[in-house]
T-cell receptor, first 110, second 118 residues
């Protein structure tokens, strides 16, 4: 079993839809949870960062962490074609080693 | 956010030659940098952790003599793929953490280097 599970998709939605991306994990010691966005042939860029459980909102993006269920989510409201990318969940314990999910490919159709 | 520059962004080489990829933190100092490898449509695979002034820490299964890592300063880490073969063709990405950063977990990534070995 992988430490972090993420459905690779692809996920295709119409413009304006609400997108839900999810990851599950097995290591209860994870404390820091991140979402990265990666465009084709580019390095990942940090979208959201959450410490421990709870919700965090930034513009059209909302990150949720449920440590009791070992489940994290990223919601994108009013999705745009420019949101089309691969979204990677990532997490780590108190140390520096970050574990990444497989990434979900998202396509937002105009 | 902080800027990490990676060079070259794209390189083609002949089998048996060596290729060096540079990773620079442009506006911050990085005591630790990370090197990843990414295959098409797959996630990032951590290859090694590069520590300034000391030896790199390699992940299990990564050949130290194949992938030489040097972190000579607080702003520069290099990855040298020695005696490259076609199976080494991949997308290599570096990342770094700001040494002044608290435990935010925030990694800043370079743009990646696409290596093609003929």
């Amino acid at each position: 079993q992988k430490e972090v599970e993420q459905d690779p998709g692809p996920l295709s939605v119409p413009e304006g839809a609400i997108v839900s991306l999810n990851c599950t994990y097995s290591n209860s010691a994870f404390q820091y949870f991140m979402w990265y966005r990666q465009y084709s042939r580019k390095g990942p860029e940090l979208l959201m960062y959450t410490y421990s459980s709870g919700n965090k909102e930034d513009g059209r993006f909302t990150a949720q962490v449920d440590k009791s269920s070992k489940y994290i989510s990223l919601f994108i409201r009013d999705s745009q074609p420019s949101d089309s990318a691969t979204y990677l969940c990532a997490m780590r314990t108190g140390g520096f080693k970050t574990i990444f999910g497989a990434g979900t490919r998202l396509f937002v159709k105009a | 956010g902080a800027v990490v520059s990676q060079h070259p962004s794209w390189v083609i080489c002949k089998s048996g030659t060596s290729v060096k990829i540079e990773c620079r933190s442009l506006d911050f100092q990085a005591t630790t940098m990370f090197w990843y490898r990414q295959f098409p449509k797959q996630s990032l695979m951590l290859m090694a952790t590069s520590n300034e002034g000391s030896k790199a820490t390699y992940e299990q299964g990564v050949e130290k003599d194949k992938f030489l890592i040097n972190h000579a300063s607080l702003t520069l880490s290099t990855l040298t793929v020695t005696s490259a073969h076609p199976e080494d063709s991949s997308f290599y990405i570096c990342s770094a953490r700001d040494r002044k950063g608290s435990n935010t977990g925030e990694l800043f990534f370079g743009e990646g280097s696409r290596l093609t070995v003929l």
